[in-house]
């Protein structure tokens, strides 16, 4: 008896408070922020998966994901009761009256038939291609090895950039979150045929996800998602995702056009970079962005973004004449981009310094209902070069860093 008074309250809790928070995120027009990692999430956002062969693609790369499900989450109200807001607190106490406490764990997680997460696989142009669901309990540990479950179905996906989107089972249905999960992910990739592979973290994003259509449908029939509901279903498949509270906002919903803008660095124009930035739709488009190097002198271009996943490939410019290096290969990126160059004739920085692009992303979506609407993830993948210091020529190795983009927020048109 106690057990099911236990569920009860639980359950009790989680919907009031779901109801709670979605009325008051609801009612709040809420700016550009910092984009979070490392918080509990009802769902996750990966917003580059991709793995590579030598004997299909010319190299090696794979994605390593690492879900992890906590056995309870607390009350706090940053962050949790943001991004997680249909299942915080996710443990019912001694007590209906004692509140959250660390132990027991949350009940739902001891469930076989519930106790599981399922990820879902999209291309570039957000086209679901695979997916699969793993059981979990609580306080456990699930690695994703990108590449040894895409090979399952061939080697249709080898060098194909795509994202992944990671939920609970019983979310499928269009029911609100019944635990939640962190997230973590790297980007393995010998990208010049070395014989070594580099290693760079790929953000993570945590997502709400509650009972579909409580933001109301479109004039299509489609449920809309919102601040507690990033992830809508359809035919039990992600049919919308954005991740309106932990990613950079991409509206203001006040029925005024606004722009968004964010800045890519890159750590200098002579080694090659490429720039991922995920939206929460297709665009296809063109931005204008602007150029920067160290001595604050600027040139313009535009940059083409058509897809929900734009991964860009920065081409290295030769370090003495500024001339773009088509010679490298481009990879899992859609496209490839020279950029401009700014002007170094007045005595301008050396192209070996750090450089960074500002993007001016119009607003694609506002329907004036003064919440968030719409949001993306923008950021960096760069190489450096350790050379032998004796002869200043010898390539030692290649090392891969991501950089996470600088949100300026939005402005006026």
Partial sequence: MTKEVNSMTQNFKKLAIAASVSSALSMMS?????????S?????????????????????????????????????????????????????????????TLFPND??????????????WFDERSMHRLDKPLPVTANDVVVIDWRAQAQT????????????????EIARRGEPANFTMFGDAWLEIDAFGLGYSTLA???VLPMSDGQDGMYGVDANGQKNIGPADNVVYKGGIPAQVSPMISGMRTNRSDGIPDITVFDLPLFSRVMPSMHVVWLDRNLDSTVAVDVYDSEEV?????????????????DPVEPNTGIPQEWWDIYFAHHREPLCLPDTSNGGSSVARPNFVSYYLPEYVDTN?????????????????????RDNSTVRYFEQTMLLGHERGTYRQ
């Fill in 369 to 389: 209902a003064d919440r968030p609407e719409s949001a993306g993830v923008a950021f960096t993948l760069s190489w450096t070069l350790n050379v032998d210091a």
């Fill in 40 to 100: 509990a999430g009802e769902a996750l956002l990966v917003p580059l998966v991709v793995y590579a062969t030598p004997d299909v693609s010319g190299y090696e790369a794979n994605t390593i994901i690492q879900v992890s499900i906590p056995g309870s989450i607390g009350f706090d109200d940053v962050p949790n009761i943001f991004v997680a807001p249909n299942t915080t607190p996710t443990n019912p106490g001694a007590t209906p009256e004692a509140g959250p």
């Fill in 201 to 203: 973290s790929i953000p």
């Fill in 30 to 38: 809420m700016p550009s922020h910092a984009v979070i990692q490392g």
């Fill in 298 to 314: 600027a040139c313009s271009a535009t940059v083409s973004i058509p897809n929900e996943l734009n991964v860009i490939w920065i």
């Fill in 153 to 168: 179905s061939g080697s249709r996906y080898d060098g194909q950039a795509g994202y992944m989107v990671i939920g609970t």
């Fill in 107 to 120: 009940p739902d997680l001891g469930k076989t038939d519930v106790a599981k997460i399922h990820w879902y």
